[in-house]
């Protein structure tokens, strides 16, 4: 039933301003490829284009084989969940879940059945005559999950569906919705700009920034290797520091802050570049050698583990997270502490951050 | 890709703004341009004459200033008496706030010709007061002329700034003015500093809205106005002797009315447009306690203002029942007014009726139509639609009736002395009310839910139907009864286009005024006024509020 969505060169203008600039790539059959950015990078654009109520500027998106531009919206036979839930308040439970099947003529033995079936999956049978005003957030997440995929949808489109739920709700239903996916094995396009959750429910994601697309990639991938340093940043926290790459003899470089550590790069580059450095990779030691020296200015403890912040010698702060369970004592604001560089939990990227060098 | 644009060119929706576009071209800008037209054509000829005697002849020119004059000072007179009632019935523990609500509103939905007509059989020449004074030797000041125009204006719309008010300063929430007295700001200054700039912006809204109305309404000044001419007075008077007199006077003067309303618009939207300050309370202000004595006073300030404005229906509803011998009220009670309006007027109250009905019909289904079009398919013909169908704001009732009459009583349109024209007239001149709640309410509704139809396999026009329409019919009918209310009590376009077969109530009060016939009229005043209490309790019931917005 599910079928691909394969976007070729789709662009859109909102005027002057470049909603969309040439995305092209395929989301697979079954798969669940999250569109992650932030606010006004084109995600939610994206997603509208293909439910239908944002036309095609140019480009092509096809179901399958076949071209969607012209369809109109309701011809798409898709399932959408939207953001603040549109469930028809002046219909019960029962009813919205049902309307889709309503409009495509299916008997009523063949609705009773299929909406309970519905139901059911999200956990809500037992609420299908409450009015939807009597209704939680949650739930009412729920019943608009349920009346998406009833209808047995191609691909179930979701924007930004968890971003009205509390944080421990969010936590449920993003299981919810991520084991229903798995089980019905629908293509899901599901839009957010909380990165943690894109982490933890997709297959695929897709970083958007100012109408492109950055990176498509597993999330660890985008993790451990992001293209840039927009994506390094976006994802996860990460620490930019400025160094230059120097070329001695036959032998690479990085020059950090008064250290050179060898290095071997993808390309050949000489210049400025920046580090990025995730937080849980800065290494606190006391070797002297071939270390960074560093001020503690503020240690935050948290637990499982402590968040110091560091002033360099270079005058940046960056933040290390030190593990409880790998020390025996806490540091403290004046302490001095040395950090060491490894260079395969490092990304590198030219000094405006847009290739990765390593 | 073109094909897809010119797809989306001729959708529905669309095709149905066109439609739209033409007929209020068709009703209402041809019209005006006509009578634009008209005004410089005296004899045949193009000539600005008409507007040289205007600003020359004082017997023109006076009355723009007398409209001016009493207007302005109506609108000081509704805004004293609105503002601190407002301010009192939010703030202080006075007790019987919902009746003082709804009889405000009930007040001011009555027609004000009802109010000057109670005032007249008040304080007139034969009046009851005026007869209960001069027989223990007192001459009260005469109510015709200026100060009768005042008086009626200022209590009949001081309702406007009071419900515009009240509004404004539950939406204050309390943490403003508890962070002036935090700051060490506190009583009187508090007042003037915090509250009063915050509600400053509704204050003009309601002062122009008081504005407007008295500038518009003719029935007022026609009745007790006697030698203060004003200009919608002046306008009718012309209109009426037309066939001997000035030909473009008419015309002229609706201009220069349909002029200085619009004017007052701008003015209104300029200085709301600087200082909108958006306010929802989170926690409404407190309510607080007054001592006895000032509670007193502040309870019957407003219980006087309140039964003061209600007393002309109070007024029309004892006069009504009592025995009339031709002009004069006498001794004792009957229902001879009753049975005589049912017997020589009852063509009138099936025409109010019937006329009033079709036009909520074509009201409502326009209301939803028009308003989904402006609100959802912004571009720019919705737009066009948007400014043109709120024209009629700035219109007064016989400057409408003389536009149409004028435009109408010829092929190709030829309706003039029909149902199909005073039907016409109400639409247009009440449609803004159902319109202005119809997009209030779709504003609310979240496009997605219209999305979540569609995506589920539903076109657009079927899910205008079944999701759209249902949702928005609460705030459609609650414009649609303000519509309704003011469309049976409407006076200054029907007095200019109703014909012997198409008359209503309110042209019969009018007629039965002016012929002295005191008894009928109040019968038929408090028919109408039945009828729009009844309305206006259904309403209140159907909402579930006791308040409404004008």
Redesign the interface.
Known sequence: MSFSVRFDEVSKNFGEFRAIQNASFTVEKGEFFTLLGPSGCGKTTLLRMV???N????GKISFDDKII??I?????????V???Y?????MTVFENVA??LK??GVSRSEIDERVMEALTMVKMEGLKDRSPQQLSGGQQQRI?LA??IV?RPGAL?MDEPLSNLDAKLRVEMRTTIKKLQQSLGITTIYVTHDQEEALAISDRIGVMKDGFIQQIDSPEVIYKHPENAFVANFIGTSNFIESKIIQIGSQTYLDVVNVQIPISLKENYEGEAKISLRPEHVYLTEEKDNTIKGEIQLATFLGDFTKYEILLENGQTIEANEYTKDVSSFRKPGDEVRIKIHTDKINLFDSKGEVALL | MKQNRKAEMFSIWNLISIFSLLIIGIFIIYPLIRLFIKSFFETGSFSIQSYKDFFSLPYYFSTLKNSLIVCTFATIGATAIGLPMAYIVTRYNIPCKRFINICVILSLMSPPFIGAYSWIVLLGRNGFVTNLLSGIGITPPTIYGFGGILLVFTLKFYPYVYLYVSGALQSIDSSLEEAAENLGVSGLKKLITVTFPLVLPTIAAGALMVFMTSLADFGTPMLIGEGYRVLPVVVYTEFMSETGGNTSMASTLSIIIICCSTAILFLQKWYIGRRNYQMSALRPPKVKELKPYSRFLATAFCFVCVFLAMLPQITVLVTSFIKTNGPIFVKGFSFDSYLSIFYKLGRNIKNTFAFSTVAILIMVAAGMLLSYLIVRKRNKLTTAIDVFIMLPYVIPGAVLGITLLGAFNKPPIMISGTAAIMILSYVIRKLPYTIRSSTGILYQIDQSIDEASISLGVSPIKTFFKVTAPMMMPGVLSGAVISWITTINELSSSIILYTGKTGTISVAIYSEVVRGGYGTAAALASILTLVTTISLLIFFAVTKSDSISV
Request: net charge positive.
């Open positions: 439910a239908g109520f036309p095609i500027d140019s531009n012209n109109p919206a309701h011809k798409r036979n898709i399932g959408m939207f953001q603040n549109a469930i028809f308040p002046h309307y889709g409009a495509r608009a009346r998406a209808i489109l």
